[in-house]
């Protein structure tokens, strides 16, 4: 079982930046695939980038942060990061992080296991 713990959201201004982290207990870190995903008010929940639990770290993102975001790991931290750059009133969301038992988490994956969410607002 692995317990996820999401820090590091805020109110930015459109055009700034944040680093997301989630903390990992529980489990062997470095073998689940890791990823982010959000949900604006009153929309589904949708994938945002994803990390593999090993291949040289291939990442997969959204078309929507394409270039802004990047996702990194660091297994002897157990933490996965969450890098957002030139921040949109659109990227308003609560923020979850991800961990699945499969090799990569992308759009089509229902992760095994979520952190509790924390939320990010981008004033314009």
């Known amino acids: 079982q692995v317990q996820l713990v999401e820090s590091g959201g805020g109110l930015v201004q459109a055009g700034g930046s944040l680093r997301l982290s989630c903390a990992a207990s529980?489990?062997?870190?470095?073998?689940?695939?890791m990823g982010w995903f959000r949900q604006a008010p009153g929309k589904e929940r949708e994938f945002v980038a994803g990390?593999?639990?090993?291949?040289?770290?291939?990442?997969h993102y959204a078309d929507s942060v394409k270039g802004r975001f990047t996702i990194s790991r660091d297994n002897a931290k157990r933490t996965v990061y969450l890098q957002m750059n030139s921040l949109k009133p659109e990227d308003t969301a609560v923020y979850y992080c991800?961990?699945?038992?499969?090799?990569?988490?992308?759009?089509?994956?229902?992760?095994?296991?979520w952190g509790q969410g924390t939320q990010v607002t981008v004033s314009s």
């Open positions: 529980g489990g062997t870190f470095s073998t689940y695939a």
């Open positions: 991800a961990a699945d038992n499969s090799a990569m988490v992308a759009d089509t994956t229902s992760p095994n296991y």
């Open positions: 990390i593999s639990w090993s291949g040289g770290y291939i990442t």
